[in-house]
């Protein structure tokens, strides 16, 4: 079968978050594919319910820190954890710029929700579509970009090797097929592959089923160094249902805001605001106790203005599943939601393979530990996405200005070389 072949400088895998803020961040300069196994709006960012967290000021960076660390079980890398908290603000600076709607005060000022382990209120929102929000605007802001075409229904299969000048092995771009099994073949100098993550692999999950682990995969067949691989992340509240596909999230934000976990007898069984893992412990022991297949959560603590602006979507959700969320609590179960472990990177998101680049939840820089703090997963896709669009940049400018020097040094020594020449012609004509 016949091979497409497309020569770019950077091939970006992968349309969440992570794919879209790394092409945005490139100079306009370098030519980009960016690939969406189906179609764009299948990515997990665009699931993502709650919000962003942001450091809402220097006072605030300790108990961030700590909070972030707590939840991952102190098995963060603290680099990784600095750097994510201390580019929070710049990133939401950046986003409100291109666009994104945040909620506000009535004064105009950001609004602030709460999620459970987070010691205050530091997460940005939009209504609880925030995922939707920021991937739509970041979508069409790379839709503009005059450098980057988005290929969608088409699947990386693998990735590319080649060698460079000093015989090291490096990734060379990638190899791929189309909706109607075309292969199609990407030349690139840097590849970032933003895959997503796993939850496809999983029976219940809150993710969208074609997110694989492909990038993972991919990297390990190459000898790429994979990290903590059985870091899953299960999450507390998605509405239970005995329909098949994927399971629909109730957002964090929403026990953040006051709702409560009941057991069968209406009686609360946990701290709701604990690290997510540790409530999901309480709830399957809670449904192993009563021999049941999920518990409740009510929302009657929750302010009938947060139900009505702030819980929209959930509430549209739960009607159509026959719950009214304002009247009566509704069931829920865990669900699988996030990976923290991946293909192990570096702060530049670089990978153990030269040239070879991950971001979002196909990789592991460490910033989540063992279990993620809520809400850090949007920011921390952007946040190493950025340094990995940051990293390639400054690559590029070292390989072209050393490329210039190598050109003006040629030059220079043909120069050389000829006046050499010149100066022997008129030696050997005894003119000299
Ligand atoms: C949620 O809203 O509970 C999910 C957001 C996240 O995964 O942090």
């Given amino acids: 079968m016949s091979c497409k072949v497309i020569d770019a400088d950077v091939v970006i895998v992968g ?6 803020y790394c092409a945005l961040n490139l100079p306009r300069a370098l030519k980009v594919v960016l690939l969406a196994k189906t179609t764009v709006d299948e990515c997990d960012s665009m699931l993502a319910q709650g919000g962003i967290c942001v450091l809402r000021d220097e006072d605030d960076y300790e108990s961030f820190f700590e909070d972030t660390l707590r939840a991952g079980h102190y098995e963060n890398r603290l680099e990784s954890v600095d750097m994510m908290i201390r580019a929070s603000r710049p990133i939401i600076d ?22 459970g382990a987070h010691s205050r209120p530091r997460i940005v929102y939009h209504e609880d579509i925030t995922g939707e929000e920021i991937t739509t605007h970041l979508l ?18 693998d990735i590319l090797e080649g060698f460079d000048a000093a015989g090291a092995r490096v990734c060379r771009g990638i190899v791929a097929e189309d909706a ?5 073949q990407i030349n690139a100098d840097a590849t970032v592959l933003a895959t997503g993550g796993v939850g496809g692999l999983y029976k219940h999950s809150t993710n969208y089923p074609c997110l694989t682990g492909d990038g993972c995969r991919v ?14 992340q299960i999450h507390p509240t998605t509405l239970w249902t005995e329909k098949p596909g994927r399971s629909f999230l109730i957002s964090e934000s929403a026990r953040g805001e006051g709702a409560i976990l009941l057991n069968a007898a209406g009686e609360r069984f946990c701290d709701e605001l604990q690290p997510r893992d540790v409530v999901s412990g309480h709830i399957l022991r809670q449904m192993e106790a009563e021999d049941s297949s999920y518990v409740w959560l009510s929302f009657e603590r929750v302010a009938r203005e947060e139900l009505e602006h702030h819980f929209i979507h959930i509430c549209e959700q739960c009607r159509a599943e026959g719950y009214d969320i304002f009247t009566e609590p509704i069931p829920v179960v865990p669900a699988q939601h996030y990976f923290m472990g991946g293909i192990h990177v570096d702060s530049d998101s670089q990978t153990t393979l030269p040239h070879l680049f991950a971001a979002g939840e196909t990789c592991c820089n460490g910033v989540h530990g063992r279990n993620r703090l809520a809400s850090n997963s949007l920011l921390e896709g952007l946040v190493f996405a950025q340094r990995a669009a940051d990293k390639i940049m400054r690559d590029r400018f070292a390989a072209d200005t050393a490329a210039r020097l190598a050109a003006a040094a040629a030059a220079r020594s043909r120069f050389v070389a000829g006046s050499r020449d010149v100066t022997d012609v008129a030696l050997q004509c005894g003119a000299i």
């Fill in 94 to 115: 950046d986003l409100v710029k291109r666009g994104v709607r945040f909620a506000r005060t009535a004064s105009g000022e950001l609004d602030y929700t709460r999620e």
């Fill in 180 to 184: 109607a099994g075309g292969r199609l």
């Fill in 15 to 20: 349309c969440g978050v992570a794919g879209l």
């Fill in 140 to 157: 069409a802001c790379v839709r503009g970009l005059p450098n980057a075409t988005v290929l969608e229904n088409t699947c990386m299969t």
């Fill in 219 to 232: 990297a390990a067949e190459h000898g790429v160094l994979l990290e903590n691989m059985d870091f899953v």
